[in-house]
């Protein structure tokens, strides 16, 4: 099943007494790119989250951001700078004098300043925070894959759709192109009846140039490339691996044998029927973009 490159994933958990919500979030891109936000202090994740979701994505801008709270006690030493502190001290004694203010220093004064105190906490095991991280990633990201699995069959089903309507166009192109040929010999016979004031023209003649100009305006080959493009299309639409770089080399293909066909199209209602199917295969390169 095709995967749209558009998804959003959420999960909020409690693991081994840490508070973890993890999102996970991606838009089309050309290649896998990956960037993160975790909470201060848990940086080593960043790179255990890319590679951890690179084996699970191939393309895609992946957005994740990591919040991690510490819900049960831990050991914790809160330490004091006492250089900064005894700066502060000076400095408010020297208020004092200098304003005949009233010198009411306490310790409850100097702690209002927090950046006198430095907490430092107990090492943790990286390992065992990026097991419970993991934990609630895997959990984000199978509603993450859901809305991806969800976008991407519709995505599917739009262009199997404009599939349809091509082939059919294909189909209207392959019965009148030999008609085209046909009027055309009607007219030349006309033409050189005309010309040369007599009705008894040169049959090999006539079916001389009514060959060169079938030939010209022969659009058998491409027709029939075209079908094979939309068979194999057909095919990659049900592939269970990421086809979206296949499908863009693909649709590349379609777009240069409609091509063809419009400038061999000597025939207006080919022409219009050509447009119709360009139209359609430029819809098709549009969702394209957005599939893994």
């Not at 220093?105 to 993991?134: G, L, Q």
């Not at 066909?261 to 207006?268: F, L, N, P, T, Y």
């Amino acid at each position: 099943m095709i995967k749209s490159m558009t998804g959003y994933g959420r999960q909020e958990g409690i693991v081994n007494g840490r508070g973890i919500i993890v999102e996970v979030k991606s838009v089309n891109h050309r290649y896998f790119e990956f960037s993160s936000r975790v909470t201060r202090g848990y940086g080593f994740l960043e790179e255990k989250l890319k590679s951890y979701l690179q084996g699970k994505i191939s393309r895609g801008k992946v957005d994740v951001f990591v919040s991690i709270e510490t819900l049960e006690d831990t050991e914790a030493q809160v330490l004091v700078n006492h250089s900064l502190a005894g700066g502060y001290l000076n400095a408010l004694r020297e208020l004092s004098k200098r304003y005949g203010l009233l010198d009411d220093t306490t310790v409850t004064t100097i702690a209002r300043y927090p950046d006198i105190f430095t907490i430092h906490k107990s090492p943790e095991d990286e390992d065992v925070i990026w097991n419970c991280v993991r934990e609630v990633t895997d959990q984000a990201l199978e509603g993450f894959f859901e809305m991806r699995r969800r976008e991407g069959q519709r995505m599917k089903e739009d262009i199997a759709g404009r599939a349809k309507t091509i082939l059919e166009l294909v189909g209207k192109i392959e019965e009148r192109s030999p008609e085209t040929v046909a009027e055309y010999q009607q007219k030349l016979l006309a033409r050189l009846t005309e010309m040369l004031h007599d009705s008894n023209i040169e049959e090999q003649r006539l079916l001389t140039e009514a060959a060169i100009f079938a030939d010209k305006v022969a659009v058998a080959e491409e027709t029939v490339r075209l079908r094979s493009h939309f068979a194999q299309l057909e095919t990659m639409l049900e592939s269970e691996e990421p086809v979206g770089r296949k499908l863009d080399f693909l649709v590349q293909e379609m777009n240069r044998e409609a091509n063809t066909i419009g400038s061999k199209a000597v025939d207006s209602q080919i022409a219009y029927m050509v447009v119709d199917i360009k139209a359609e295969i430029e819809k098709i390169r549009e969702q394209i973009q957005n599939i893994e």
